[in-house]
C-alpha cells in the first residue's frame, strides 16, 4: 500500500465524533474532489513490472501499425488485440545521466520516476555531472522525484478512501529494485508495499484480522461488513449535530459528505457498490506461502483479485504490482529447466547464449499470461460508471532493460492496454525514441492529470528530455 493507506483527513474523520470539527478543512476539499468525481468517469491505473527485461527481438512484432501480428511471447494477449498499444522505442533518458551506479539500480530507480537518485542530485533540480558523481557504486537511495502513479495518486487524492495499493508478487525484498516513490521531488519515500495477498485484503477492506489462525478471506469479509457499519453509523449523528451548528458553507460540505456516507455504508455495510454487484469481497486461493517465490503462480493471481475488488468497490485507482525476483528464480511450475547449467537466473540472463532462448521466452510468456490474466478479470467485471472495469482503465506494462545481458535500456518493451483516458488500442506504434518522460506526462494527461512535464527536465549535458506529449494513443 502507499505510505498513507487510508488518507489523512478521513482517517481522522473516522476514528470518531470529536474530530469532525478538526477535519472540516479535509472535507471541504474532498467534498469538491467528489463533486468532480461524479461528473465523470474515473480512469484507473495499474502499473505492472517485471524484471530482467523481455527478450525484445522476441517481443516486438515485425509490422508497426495496426496490421500486425502478435509475438508468441505476446500470444497470451490476443483475446485483447484490439485493447492494447504495443509501443516500441521508448528510452529511459534518466538512466543516461546516472553514473555512480551499478545497472540495476540505475535502470529501476530512473524507471518509473525518470528521475537520478536523490544523493545526484543539486537542490535546483539539475543533475550531477559524471565527474560530480564519482565512480562509486554505491549509490542506491530514494529517487529524487515520485513515481508517476504516486503523481497521480497524489492528484486523486481524496476521492477513495485508499490512494494507491502497491503489490509485491516474489517476497517482500526488492533488493535493488526499488521503483515507486511517493512524495515531491527532493523530498521522497520508497512506496510501502504488500507481497502477502491475504494481508493486502485485509488493508484494502480497512481490516486487519489478529485471531491466532488469520482467518479466511470471507471471515475477514464478514467482520469487516459489520465493522464498516458500525463506524459509519457512529459517525453519522455527530455529522447531523455539527451540520447545525456549522457556518452555511460548511453546512454544505458536510450534507455533501452526509451523502458520501451513506453511500459508503451501502457499499461496505451490504456488499453493493455505486457500481452494482460488481463490488464484492475478493476470492483468495491462499494456502501457500506468498514469500516463496515458488509460489509466484499462485500469488499472482489472488493479487489481481485483490486489484479488481480495490476497483469494483471504488477504494482506490491506482495500483502497482511488481514481480520481485530478479536474481535466482528457478520458476518451477514452468517445468523449463531453469537456470540450465548456469549458477543463477541472473547469470543465464547475462550469458544470452540461444541454448537458452526457449528458457527465457517461457518465462517471458508466463508474464504475458499474468497481464492477460488482469485483463482478462477487469474486462468481465461490471464497472459502476458504466461498461467494465477494463473500459475504464490504463494498464502500463514496463521493464526496465530492452537487453538484460548489457543492461540496455533504449527501446525498452512497453504495452499499454483497456479503455481508460480514450485509449485506442489495436495498434504497434515506434516511437522513434522518445523518453519514458513523454510517456509518462501522456498516461498521466490521459488519466486526467493534465502534466507538460515529467521527471528529469535535462540530461547531465544539458539537452531536455521532455518534448512534449506522445500523439497517437487517443
Excluded at 31 to 43: F, H, Y
Excluded at 74 to 83: E, F, I, N, T
Amino acid at each position: 500500500m502507499s505510505n498513507t493507506v487510508f488518507n489523512r483527513g478521513r482517517r481522522t474523520f473516522l476514528l470518531g465524533t470529536g474530530s469532525v470539527a478538526v477535519a472540516l478543512p479535509f472535507l471541504r476539499m474532498f467534498g469538491q474532489n467528489v463533486a468532480e468525481a461524479q461528473a465523470q468517469r474515473p480512469t484507473r491505473l495499474v502499473v505492472i513490472m517485471n524484471p530482467q527485461g523481455l527478450e525484445s527481438p522476441q517481443f516486438f512484432p515485425s509490422t508497426t501499425g495496426s496490421n500486425y501480428t502478435l509475438t508468441p511471447v505476446l500470444q497470451p494477449l490476443a483475446a485483447h488485440r484490439d485493447r492494447i498499444t504495443i509501443l516500441k522505442g521508448v528510452e529511459n533518458r534518466a538512466r543516461a545521466s546516472v553514473f555512480a551506479a551499478n545497472g540495476h539500480n540505475a535502470a529501476a530507480r530512473t524507471l518509473f520516476t525518470a528521475m537520478p537518485f536523490a544523493t545526484m542530485m543539486n537542490a535546483d533540480g539539475t543533475v550531477h555531472s559524471q565527474s560530480q558523481q564519482g565512480g562509486s557504486a554505491e549509490h542506491s537511495g530514494r529517487s529524487w522525484g515520485p513515481s508517476f502513479d504516486q503523481v497521480l495518486a497524489a492528484h486523486l487524492r481524496g476521492q477513495t478512501p485508499v490512494d494507491s495499493m502497491a503489490l509485491r508478487i516474489g517476497g517482500p525484498g526488492v533488493g535493488e529494485y526499488e521503483l515507486f516513490f511517493s512524495g515531491t521531488e527532493g523530498a521522497t519515500s520508497p512506496v510501502a508495499a504488500d507481497h502477502d495477498p491475504a494481508v493486502a485484503f485485509a488493508r484494502l477492506a480497512g481490516f486487519v484480522d489478529t485471531s491466532s489462525d488469520g482467518g479466511s478471506t470471507n471471515d475477514i469479509a464478514s467482520k469487516l461488513r459489520t465493522r464498516r457499519g458500525a463506524i459509519l453509523g457512529s459517525v453519522a449523528p455527530a455529522l447531523a449535530r455539527l451540520r447545525k451548528e456549522a457556518p452555511k458553507e460548511d453546512r454544505e460540505i458536510l450534507e455533501l459528505h452526509e451523502t458520501y456516507l451513506e453511500s459508503l455504508s451501502e457499499r461496505y455495510g451490504q456488499g453493493g457498490s455505486a457500481g452494482g454487484e460488481a463490488c464484492r469481497p475478493a476470492v483468495l486461493a491462499g494456502g501457500y506461502d506468498p514469500a516463496q517465490h515458488a509460489n509466484d503462480y499462485r500469488t499472482a493471481p489472488d493479487h489481481i483479485e485483490n486489484v479488481v475488488m480495490a476497483f469494483a468497490c471504488d477504494i482506490t485507482r491506482v495500483a502497482t504490482i511488481q514481480f520481485t525476483q530478479y536474481h535466482n528464480p528457478r520458476f518451477p511450475w514452468l517445468n523449463a529447466s531453469i537456470p540450465g547449467s548456469w549458477a543463477t537466473w541472473h547469470d543465464l540472463i547475462h550469458a544470452n547464449s540461444s541454448n537458452d532462448q526457449s528458457r527465457r521466452l517461457a518465462v517471458m510468456t508466463w508474464y504475458a499470461s499474468q497481464v492477460a490474466r488482469l485483463l482478462d478479470r477487469l474486462a468481465e467485471t461490471p464497472d459502476g460508471a458504466g461498461g467494465s472495469l477494463l473500459d475504464n482503465t490504463l494498464v502500463v506494462w514496463m521493464t526496465e532493460f530492452s537487453n538484460a545481458s548489457t543492461h540496455l535500456t533504449n527501446g525498452l518493451p512497453t504495452v499499454i492496454a483497456g479503455g481508460g483516458g480514450g485509449h485506442r488500442g489495436g495498434q504497434h506504434l515506434d516511437l522513434g525514441g522518445r523518453s519514458t518522460n513523454d510517456l509518462f506526462s501522456t498516461i498521466l494527461t490521459m488519466c486526467g492529470r493534465p502534466t507538460e512535464r515529467f521527471g528529469l527536465q535535462r540530461s547531465h549535458r544539458g539537452d531536455p528530455l521532455n518534448q512534449g506529449l506522445i500523439s497517437g494513443l487517443t
